[in-house]
């Protein structure tokens, strides 16, 4: 990566061959006049070439500081580190690229474009700051903009799996499934063990109303992990699956896992009371309606759900109730 304010390049000296004679004598000027050209050069330019790079060094010192400031979660002292640190240098994109994380973090989104922006300015042949850009791009709305700077990260890295992988989502924004399917798919043939890839795959299969594939895409994401460690989200996906192919009673197992792993939203207690219902569970399924509902009040699915079990019930002879 290139920086106006962090590399010296130096031209290699001319190399002197076996030669004899005249020749012998015309290199040896020449490389003398190299030398002194290279230092009366230097003695014009030491002492930028100093202040460039003390200014560096002090940048990458509280660019450093200021990762670790983030680590410790001190998103604010993080940020005021960073912020220095491309003030002093602001030709380190290390330094600004790190500083737009930090941004971007706290909410300052467009800010934090800006500095992606400004450092793409310092370094346009970076791939992965221009696929950065086209997922703040889309997280922000802008679906014409992260398309054009998710298919240049691709014209500069044709066989990035990111590249490919963000231009996919912006494609499933658009509404574009089919090819959004087939950009994740080249993503993963560059990057066969990307789980986020596979995820991705999984959600667009499940847009596509192909709960078969989904599923065996999401059984293939679970061998990633160590039995018993899958995210909470990957369970949900699975559990989804299972229901949409009828599978009740292996939802309302999945459902149960995904919920018992912690912060499970509305809709993930509505699948679970959905296969509860279907495999016979009532009053569990009322109860994980009954939860949907106590994490989101006004959720539409869990009071259709609980109008429907409840006309279930009424209609159900005594003798079943």
Request: aromatic share 4%; hydrophobic share 45%.
């Amino acid at each position: 990566m290139g920086m106006a304010c962090c590399d010296e390049h130096r031209e290699p000296l001319p190399r002197v061959a076996a030669m004899g004679g005249g020749a012998l004598a015309r290199g040896v000027v020449l490389i003398v006049g190299v030398c002194l050209c290279a230092w009366l050069w230097g003695c014009r330019l030491a002492g930028r070439y100093d202040a460039v790079s003390q200014s560096l060094a002090a940048s990458r010192q509280l660019s450093r500081e200021g990762m670790a400031a983030l680590e410790q979660g001190q998103l604010q002292q993080a940020e005021q580190l960073l912020a220095k640190a491309v003030k002093i240098c602001p030709a380190d994109v290390e330094a600004r690229r790190r500083y737009a994380e930090v941004l971007w973090l706290r909410g300052a989104h467009r800010h934090a474009m800006a500095e992606i922006q400004e450092a793409l300015k310092q370094s346009a042949d970076d791939a992965t700051l221009w696929g950065r850009l086209a997922e703040m791009q889309l997280a922000t709305g802008r679906v014409d903009l992260a398309r054009q700077s998710a298919e240049k990260a691709i014209e500069l890295a044709p066989r990035s799996a990111a590249g490919w992988a963000v231009r996919s989502q912006v494609m499933a924004a658009g509404g574009q499934l089919r090819q959004a399917l087939a950009d994740a798919q080249r993503a993963l043939g560059y990057a066969p063990e990307d789980k986020s890839v596979l995820l991705q795959i999984a959600k667009l299969y499940r847009q596509l109303n192909e709960p078969h594939r989904a599923l065996q895409t999401l059984q293939t994401l679970a061998d990633c992990y160590h039995p018993g460690q899958e995210p909470p989200e990957v369970l949900a996906l699975t559990g989804e699956a299972q229901l949409a192919l009828g599978r009740a009673d292996e939802a309302a197992e999945t459902l149960t896992a995904a919920v018992r792993r912690g912060n499970a939203s509305a809709e993930v207690w509505c699948q679970l009371a959905e296969a509860l219902w279907l495999s016979g569970r009532r009053a569990e399924a009322i109860g994980a309606a009954q939860q949907a509902l106590a994490i989101q009040p006004a959720h539409p699915a869990a009071k259709a759900l609980l109008q429907r079990f409840e006309i279930a019930r009424q209609n159900q002879p005594s003798s079943h109730r």
